[in-house]
């Protein structure tokens, strides 16, 4: 969620912890708890919300209901996809967060007058 501006090299996840690293050598260690379900939310999903269309549709309200009512099924479906084996995957999601931009896609569901 930080070094917005550069590109992940590669995940990581062991310990609870999802750990990226990006092309500037840096490396961001993200717990995988609420607190960090509460960041995500606040970082990708309160101004642009899940829309009908995005690709990580389900993760989005997982997050979202982790976050807010710290739903169990929400929480164990998070630790399903944020586990070890699934890199490729959650760099896929990062990546997809990073730069999802909903203004193009919003316009196409606005009703014409």
Not at 6 to 34: C, F
Not at 38 to 66: C, E, V
Request: aromatic share 10%.
């Amino acid at each position: 969620m930080e070094n917005i501006n550069n590109t992940i090299t590669s995940v990581s996840i062991t310990d609870n912890n999802v750990v990226v690293s990006y092309d500037n050598n840096n490396q961001e260690i993200i717990p995988l708890n609420t607190d960090s379900y509460k960041k995500m939310r606040s970082t990708w999903l309160i101004d642009q919300p899940p829309f009908i269309s995005d690709k990580f549709k389900k993760h989005m309200n997982n997050i979202i209901f982790a976050s807010i009512q710290n739903k169990k099924n929400s929480i164990d479906e998070l630790s399903k996809f944020f586990r070890e084996g699934n890199e490729e995957e959650v760099i896929k999601f990062f990546n997809y967060m990073r730069t999802r931009d909903l203004t193009d896609e919003k316009a196409k569901w606005k009703k014409k007058v």
